[in-house]
């Protein structure tokens, strides 16, 4: 079977400036990128600050309310009025930071693909859960939020991404191994529900990616791309992430 396209995406989280902007556009300016899709995330004041046909945009982030007296909120139509294609959903930090549970995730889920933008779904456990032993029911009870709010299909239009939290911005990649059993477990779990469905959707690994690191990653055969973190902020090292996958 073919492999699915790579994608690379990149969180800003709440980092960068106009500055970043510019620098970032003019390094990708003269790259072109066949065989990745890539995908620049910056904080939602920005999303309509880049004129760079060479990425698409995503947020990180956006309210699961329709509308109204939300102070502070975003919605998922005002972002979809904006030229953004993507929608960070589940990050551990929303999770740990912002109280957000695998059903408000769910129905941020809904909310996305209802407005027909695609979300990029993050899932991922603990060092702590992970010594327990209970990574991969863990696991399966966060895709089975999605799966039991939408149905199996929601599947055929979401991007996954697979986060350990033990190595988001700590410099402890996942070994490609380690990132290939769970990305592995995954597509099983969902080819459960629908083995057409688990055989084409997209997961990305996240956890301290760099160019060093991302070509034995992304050539892992259930690795579809990576969801970088620190290493997006910095224009030539992000690009040369994506040309590891070209
Ligand atoms: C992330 O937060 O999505 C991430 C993977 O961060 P980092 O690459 O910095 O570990």
């Known amino acids: ?27 990708f300016a003269t790259q072109d990128f066949k065989h990745v899709d890539v995908v620049v995330c910056p904080p939602a004041v920005y999303l309509s600050s ?19 007296a939300y102070t502070g909120e975003v919605s998922i139509s005002m972002l979809s009025e904006l030229p953004v294609k993507y929608v960070i959903v589940g990050h551990s930090e929303r ?12 129905e941020k889920v809904y909310k996305i693909l209802e407005c027909g933008l695609t979300p990029i779904f993050c899932i991922g456990e603990s060092e702590q859960i992970r010594e327990s032993g209970k990574l991969f029911g863990f696991l399966a009870e966060q895709l089975d939020a999605v799966i039991n709010r939408i149905g199996i299909q929601a599947f055929n239009q979401l991007i996954v991404a697979y986060e350990p939290i033990w190595a988001i911005g700590t410099g402890k990649t996942a070994t490609p191994e380690q990132a290939q059993e769970v990305h592995h477990f995954i597509r099983e779990h969902l080819a459960g ?11 990305l690994y996240g956890g301290s990616v760099n160019a060093a690191s991302a070509s034995a990653l992304f050539s892992q055969p259930d690795v579809d791309g990576g969801l970088v973190g620190g290493a997006s902020l910095k224009p030539t090292e992000f690009v040369n992430i994506c040309l590891a996958a070209e």
């Open 1 to 27: 079977p073919q492999k699915r396209k790579i994608l690379v995406a990149g969180n800003w989280k709440m980092n960068g400036n106009l500055a970043l902007i510019d620098s970032m556009s003019q390094t």
């Open 193 to 203: 529900h629908d083995a057409n469905t688990a055989s084409g959707v997209r997961i």
């Open 50 to 68: 880049f004129n760079e046909p060479d990425f698409a945009i995503g947020a990180q982030n956006v309210s699961h309310l329709d509308g109204g």
């Open 95 to 106: 999770r740990e930071y912002f109280n957000e549970s695998n059903e408000l995730i769910a």
